[in-house]
């Protein structure tokens, strides 16, 4: 590939990618609050809002191992805008929530073809700047994610709930005509035995940052993109304020981004990852005892910086010394375990919140962030550190 040829895929993938992102989260903001109009029950809100991830801790890992085999990264990328367009409307159209499971359901299928992007993005690179790529790439999608969440408010004012889920399909169309004209290098197909996949998703530079981002996904998706919104309608917030509230989260992660891209080669990724956990932690306590909205939105700052420095960091480390033959299947894996945490998050705090309510299932998570997190963090080794 020319230099030219490789600069204008760039970008291209970074405009896809702006808009694939757009597309999966003009909705999110207030989505828990949509769904809670449908049904009272927490739990049953928590299942709605958690098959978005469930869904992408079944296909991923699969996926990843379908485009190895095939030798072709593009169909996902394009088949992953297609679903978040027919996701959105679905949810938009939804009149019970049996309709918004399904609905969600079909982001999360959409939200897999993220595996192929990272890897067809990180081809572009050398391999030792695949955590430098990832934290670019990372960056576009917490961008795009910003201008989405910061609209969602205004939209609703303009035409209530639905508008965003309709604006959303318009935007995954358009990211579709982004990605076609990208040049796909061809590749030779790969077919490996059912022991040689078990031996590289079980290296430990493979899965040990894969079960840590698994860990920082339940506590993220548990509080922004779970039961925050809900808490801060308990305390009188708007639509608008809801939105607010996602938007700096995702503005303050931008910051964990390029902290992540400067740092790493200097303090190293262990120590970041360690950093990142500290700050989760205090932010997800502080969403615990919360008696205000300055008080929420202090506490989404932290969550926001801690996301914003291990999401890159880890997912670079989880291929960084894995063969470019084998890195979608190696990402397959980590974005599916990562999407476990997606899922778990609002699943199980949304049964827990019912049973307990909210204060304690939120001082629940924060106690599970410490230990599962910092445990974690001491067992990245000293080549994936470094």
Do not use: C
Not at 90 to 100: I, K, R, V, W, Y
Not at 238 to 245: E, I, K
Not at 305 to 324: E, K, T
Not at 328 to 355: C, D, E, K, R
């Amino acid at each position: 590939m020319t230099s030219s040829v490789r600069y204008i895929s760039i970008g291209l993938f970074i405009v896809a990618a702006f808009l694939y992102w757009i597309s999966l989260y003009l909705y999110v903001p207030t989505l828990p609050t949509y769904v809670q109009s449908k049904t009272e029950n927490l739990a049953l809100v928590g299942s709605i809002l958690s098959m978005y991830g469930l869904w992408q801790a079944v296909i991923r890992l699969p996926l990843g191992i379908a485009a190895d085999w095939w030798g072709r990264r593009k169909p996902f990328m394009l088949g992953g805008l297609a679903l978040a367009g027919l996701g959105a409307w679905s949810m938009g159209m939804a009149n019970t929530p049996s309709d918004l499971r399904v609905g969600r359901s079909i982001t999360g299928l959409a939200a897999a073809a993220w595996v192929t992007m990272v890897v067809a993005f990180n081809s572009l690179f050398p391999a030792s700047e695949a955590i430098r790529a990832t934290a670019m790439l990372t960056f576009v999608n917490s961008s795009g994610r910003i201008l989405a969440t910061g609209s969602t408010g205004t939209l609703n004012i303009w035409g209530g709930y639905t508008l965003p889920f309709f604006l959303a399909v318009g935007v995954a169309g358009v990211g579709i005509l982004f990605i076609l004209p990208i040049k796909e290098e061809p590749r030779s197909r790969l077919t490996r035995s059912p022991g040689e996949i078990i031996r590289l998703i079980t290296r430990h530079d493979v899965l040990v940052p894969s079960l840590l981002s698994a860990v920082s996904q339940y506590a993220l998706w548990t509080t922004t993109f779970g039961f925050n919104p809900i808490l801060a309608k308990q305390f009188g917030a708007t639509d608008v304020v809801q939105s607010m509230l996602v938007t700096m989260n995702l503005v303050v992660a931008i910051m964990g981004n390029l902290s992540a891209t400067l740092l790493v080669n200097r303090v190293g990724a262990r120590r970041l990852v360690f950093f990142s956990f500290s700050m989760m932690v205090v932010g997800v306590g502080l969403t615990s005892a919360a008696t205000s909205l300055s008080a929420l939105f202090a506490a989404q700052f932290f969550i926001g910086l801690a996301h914003g420095i291990n999401f890159p960091a880890l997912m670079g480390l989880s291929i960084r010394y894995v063969a470019d033959s084998e890195r979608n299947t190696a990402m397959g894996l980590h974005q599916s375990v990562y999407a476990v945490g997606m899922f778990g998050g609002p699943w199980l705090s949304g049964i827990l919140a019912q049973a307990m309510g909210l204060r304690s299932m939120l001082f629940m998570t924060a106690l599970a962030t410490l230990i599962l997190g910092l445990l974690g963090a001491s067992k990245l080794d000293v080549k994936t550190s470094s």
